[in-house]
């Protein structure tokens, strides 16, 4: 079971202080700064994933690349870009969320299967248009339920008849990267309907789209339906879905790769669970910017508070932490301190329960990866892109590690 890790441009900045926070002004930031695979002496993924729309966009998007980048890209490629290492994989696709809401893909066979070989991928999947519903009773004809919306049945036979385009194209050309068909469905059979499609086209790796929003035991539910029309030679990639809980299920079922954003992303989108520590998850430690978090700046604009002491608790807060580290700082009056700042920017959230549980266990100090060992308490403090994409690595970096104990064990 290998993890694919999605290309947003996320890296991190080596010449960063975090005393100062300032960084070295004549940084050039893809250049200079670090890729995850970079950050740790063992890369914490098997492959990444890049999307074209994330390089060049689409449908008037201009993507995350600047210009120069994106002709460097297409130049030297995507691996040498990207600085990763030989022996691991490189998988493409052309970024179906971007255009969701369009009636068409907004891309051509012709010009995705170009991007892929220009980038020399190992893998380049199909243009697909994902499906937006989801109702496995659907299938079983039950009384009340309305039929299958005719969208659905429109964006699954446009993305089989892409995926023929795009094999025909690939044979035709002889392209390097092995092609994956896309299956995008509404309901476990309309899944199994739509791999058969795939394999009679001579597929032999199908990725399954759609799948982000769907529990647990729907995706259990579809590869139960998929599963049973699968070749031998057939292999499964899931999209975007990581649910390590049930890995073995997958892997039973034909699914030999998956990709995800999720443990990055946890570490800054999410409201609790930022962390990922050996046993379970945490919340990290809220001290915003004073110049940079927005309603702060409003309540100060506004009379509400006082800038000098906002600037003041925000250095006490820091100071805290750090003293906190080195045991020099009683745990339940960093906390009051830390609510005491968050009142002031206006945080409705009280984390003391979170922030008792996570200063208690201190689970930084037992970890052993690159990014714990260097920033010490840093790491769980939520402030600003280089702490907060660091405690991303670090989540990516668990992630990677649990999966490599579970596929050990699969036999």
């Avoid at 020399?120 to 999947?125: E, L, N, Q, T």
Wanted: with cysteine; net charge positive.
């Amino acid at each position: 079971m290998k993890f694919f890790f999605p290309d947003s441009q996320d890296l991190v900045d080596p010449s960063f202080d975090f005393d100062t926070e300032k960084r070295n002004d004549v940084r050039i930031r893809q250049r200079d700064d670090l890729y995850a695979h970079e950050v740790f002496k063992k890369s914490p993924y098997d492959g990444m994933l890049v999307s074209m729309a994330i390089v060049n966009g689409v449908n008037g998007s201009t993507g995350r690349y600047t210009l120069g980048q994106q002709r460097r890209f297409m130049v030297r490629g995507a691996r040498e870009f990207l600085r990763l290492p030989k022996h691991m994989d490189l998988m493409g696709d052309c970024g179906e969320f971007t255009y969701v809401k369009e009636p068409e893909p907004p891309v051509t066979v012709e010009q995705v299967a170009s991007f892929y070989e220009q980038g020399r991928f190992d893998f380049g999947a199909s243009v697909d248009h994902i499906i937006l519903e989801y109702n496995a009773d659907w299938d079983r004809n039950v009384p009340g339920i309305r039929g299958v919306p005719e969208d659905c049945k429109r964006r699954q036979e446009l993305t089989i008849e892409l995926a023929r385009s795009f094999q025909k194209l690939c044979r035709k050309n002889k392209f390097r990267f092995q092609p994956i068909g896309i299956a995008q469905g509404w309901s476990p059979k309309s899944y199994a309907k739509a791999v058969s499609a795939l394999q009679k086209m001579g597929y032999q790796y199908i990725a399954l789209g759609g799948l982000v929003p769907l529990k647990s035991s729907e995706i259990l539910e579809v590869l139960e339906s998929v599963s049973p029309k699968l070749k031998q030679s057939t292999r499964l990639h899931l999209f975007g879905v990581t649910r390590l809980d049930h890995v073995n299920e997958f892997s039973r079922r034909g699914v030999v790769s998956f990709d995800s954003t999720s443990p990055l992303t946890q570490a800054f989108k999410e409201d609790r669970d930022n962390y990922y520590g050996r046993r379970r998850k945490y919340s990290a430690i809220r001290v915003p910017q004073v110049d940079i978090n927005l309603k702060l700046k409003n309540r100060i604009l506004s009379g509400e508070v006082e800038q000098s002491e906002a600037f003041r608790l925000e250095r006490e807060c820091l100071n805290a932490l750090r003293q906190f580290d080195r045991r020099r700082f009683p745990r339940r009056d960093l906390i009051k301190l830390l609510n005491e700042y968050q009142q002031l920017f206006g945080g409705k959230r009280n984390y003391s329960v979170e922030y008792e549980a996570l200063l208690k266990e201190r689970p930084w100090k037992e970890c052993r990866c690159a990014v714990c060992q260097e920033l010490g308490i840093d790491v769980v403090i939520f402030r600003g892109a280089e702490r907060n994409r660091r405690r991303g690595f670090h989540n990516v970096y668990v992630t990677y590690n649990r999966l490599k104990r579970i596929r050990s064990k699969i036999t």
